[in-house]
């Protein structure tokens, strides 16, 4: 019975972020998409072991996100099919007059970013030859950060701005760079070891491609989800050194891998660490919060993320200083403040991805501000498969913030010499109702 509500509470959700958007490939849906992976995990572990709360939970946390996105867009007037079709059948405008100035800083930056991920291969070595993938990805990064962040986010980035400029202006110099980073970011990929890094850059262009797309090509969608599946199953291979096990195996540690141990952490959380020592009324987040300020030198202490120290607690063993056990923010919540904790904050979570969706529509359809708020909300949902939100902000959203800001320096400081306006935002106006004036 617990079981049926589960899936009713999950199909609710759903239901609800999907009418919240009108859009399968909006930020809000393709959170839901990653909650189902949880979500199966925890039917399987509820059958393995019978804990029930687990499933139960994640749909609960699901139905709420869901509501919290469908009351904003209420809220806000929100008309999803009218403002989608209108933002894409509206013409790109630019905050930068002079878009070559633009473009040469933004290969000025590119190139920057592909010096510093070749220093740091070249002194750290690279992961994908190491002998022990996980441990040399691990201990090489520490005190590395801006080389890793490079690739985790400035490369992300301009590909995205990259493929706008071919979209917009449609001129060589765009499909020439567009190539280039796309052939970095793919070695860079490689290079790292990971199923991890693909996912850096397949969301966020997703998210971008289901903006501005008048006819989504389902078909070509469904080849890059096979192609990543091939990629990830070969990486695994190499990744654990599963060379001598049978496909079919390799295929159900995946499967695994992409369920269960989506749930294993909120699991233990639920069924064993709380009964044991009660919530924690608010330190985990607090924790996470002193990351950030840790990362900015505002507090000399930089915490140990909770999904280090459970990984501790469970294991009996240090995972060597960064090892992602993924809580989800089922877990992360609960164990702060039970289930009024899952219900506020998955509440709360879905109106802000809602709402960066809206004001995404409504004001950016710009090729430098798109792809900063679709980064953006590649955060968010990344956020839901790791947990620790001020700890994926801090590891994301700082770099985010880092080559915005190295680009718009860079326009202005071209642009000097020229004697113009380096941004100018176009008058706009744009009613309850979704209505655009340019």
């Known amino acids: 019975m617990i079981i049926l509500c589960s899936l009713l509470f999950f199909g609710i959700g759903a239901y609800l972020a999907f009418r919240a958007t009108r859009n399968l490939l909006s930020p809000v849906f393709i959170t839901i998409g990653m909650w189902l992976f949880a979500y199966v995990g925890g039917i399987i572990i509820f059958v393995a072991k019978g804990h029930i709360l687990t499933p139960l939970f994640i749909s609960i946390g699901v139905l709420f996100y869901g509501l919290g996105a469908m009351l904003l867009a209420v809220y806000l007037h929100f008309k999803p099919a009218q403002e989608l079709t209108k933002f894409r059948e509206q013409p790109f405008f630019s905050v930068f007059p002079d878009k070559r100035v633009f473009f040469i800083s933004l290969i000025v930056v590119f190139f920057i970013t592909v010096s510093l991920i070749a220093y740091y291969y070249d002194t750290t070595g690279i992961p994908l030859f190491a002998q022990d993938i996980p441990a040399h990805r691990i201990t090489q990064a520490i005190g590395k950060g801006i080389f890793v962040r490079s690739f985790a986010t400035f490369l992300p980035v301009v590909i995205l701005i990259a493929y706008l400029f071919v979209k917009v202006r449609n001129k060589l110099g765009a499909k020439i760079l567009l190539c280039t980073v796309a052939i970095t970011s793919i070695t860079a990929i490689v290079l790292t070891g990971t199923r991890g890094a693909a996912i850096i850059y397949i969301l966020p262009f997703i998210i971008v491609y289901g903006l501005i797309s008048r006819k989504i090509n389902w078909f070509l969608l469904v080849a890059v989800f096979l192609t990543f599946l091939v990629v990830a199953i070969g990486f695994q291979y190499r990744y654990l050194g599963w060379q001598d096990l049978p496909l079919r195996d390799a295929l159900l540690l995946l499967g695994s891998r992409m369920t269960i141990s989506q749930a294993m952490g909120a699991d233990y959380i639920i069924h064993e660490l709380v009964p044991r020592t009660g919530f924690f009324m608010g330190e985990i987040a607090w924790n996470e919060f002193k990351t950030i300020l840790g990362t900015l030198r505002i507090l000399p202490e930089h915490p140990t993320p909770f999904w280090v120290t459970l990984f501790e607690i469970m294991h009996g063993v240090d995972p060597r200083g960064a090892f992602a056990m993924a809580t989800t923010p089922i877990g992360d919540l609960y164990v702060d403040f039970g289930v009024p904790g899952i219900i506020l904050g998955m509440f709360f979570f879905g109106a802000i991805a809602q709402a960066l969706y809206i004001k995404t529509l409504r004001f950016c359809k710009d090729y ?27 590891h994301y959203g700082i770099s985010l913030i880092v080559i915005a800001v190295a680009i718009l320096s860079l326009t202005l400081i071209l642009s000097l010499p020229l004697g113009r306006i380096v941004v100018r935002l176009p008058k706009r106006k744009v009613s309850t109702y979704g209505e655009y004036k340019l």
């Open 368 to 394: 430098f501000i798109l792809p900063m708020m679709a980064y953006l909300q590649y955060i968010l949902v990344m956020t839901h498969n790791s947990g620790s939100f001020f700890a994926t902000f801090n």
